[in-house]
Nanobody, 122 residues
């Protein structure tokens, strides 16, 4: 069993930056693909970014490419999402998730954190 805890969310003005962290319990963290999803009110949960177990490959939603960077530190069993040039439309609850295989679908992910709120004011 793996437990995930997100932190780093908050209120920021448009154009600002935030860094989200995802702390994982257990020693199998590096075996899993890490992804960040987000869910805005009234919308479905959507894929934001993903990274392979050893960090050799990353993928991003078109809406965040060039602004967000996903990374991980397996020694610390922690994942990160650096968010720059934030826009009001980035406002959502952000979740980190782990899965054994590559997927862009939230339904495929096995472990989830509780989420952290990101609010971007205009």
């Amino acid at each position: 069993q793996v437990q995930l805890v997100e932190s780093g969310g908050g209120l920021v003005q448009a154009g600002g930056s935030l860094r989200l962290s995802c702390a994982a319990s257990g020693r199998t963290f590096s075996r899993y693909r890490l992804a960040w999803f987000r869910q805005a009110p009234g919308k479905e949960r959507e894929f934001v970014a993903g990274i392979t177990g050893i960090g050799g490959f990353t993928s991003y939603a078109d809406s965040v490419k060039g602004r967000f960077t996903i990374s991980r530190n397996n020694a610390k069993t922690t994942g990160y999402l650096q968010m720059n040039s934030l826009k009001p439309e980035d406002t959502a609850v952000y979740y980190c998730a782990l899965n054994a295989r590559y997927s862009l679908s939230a339904t495929d992910y096995e472990y989830w954190g509780q989420g952290t709120q990101v609010t971007v004011s205009s």
